[in-house]
């Protein structure tokens, strides 16, 4: 069963924008914190940013800051990641996350559910 499914990612040129959704079957998803996190080839999962479960406090990698938006829609089970001024080195397969708790951590060992990932390319 897919308690979590991301989609919008693709193909986009460098300073091009993206928003990522991620769809959730998960009961209770309202009441739980959430974030996405992202893996390049060969390189490990690292965090891009996360929210309360009401959404009012987020969390976000320096990488991104001032250039990602992370946001939900509770009343439709949905979070985003708006992605602007994409570079050439946000490219990775990007992956939503849900925890037991409702806080916004950033570490991927405080997550129990995970999407199956959404492809992100970003071309110079």
């Known amino acids: 069963q897919v308690h979590l499914a991301e989609s919008g990612g693709g193909l986009v040129q460098a300073g091009g924008s993206l928003r990522l959704s991620c769809a959730a079957s998960?009961?209770?998803?309202?009441?739980?914190?959430a974030g996405w996190f992202r893996q390049a080839l060969g390189k490990e999962r690292e965090f891009v940013a996360s929210?309360?479960?009401?959404?009012?406090?987020?969390n976000y990698a320096d990488s991104v800051k001032g250039r990602f938006t992370i946001s939900r829609d509770n009343a439709r089970n949905t979070m985003y990641l708006q992605m602007n001024s994409l570079k050439p080195e946000d490219t990775a397969t990007y992956y939503c996350a849900s925890r037991s708790g409702w806080e916004a951590r950033t570490e991927p060992g405080e997550y129990d559910y995970w999407g199956q990932g959404t492809q992100v390319t970003v071309s110079s």
């Open positions: 929210l309360t479960s009401s959404g009012v406090a987020t």
């Open positions: 998960l009961p209770a998803f309202t009441s739980r914190g």
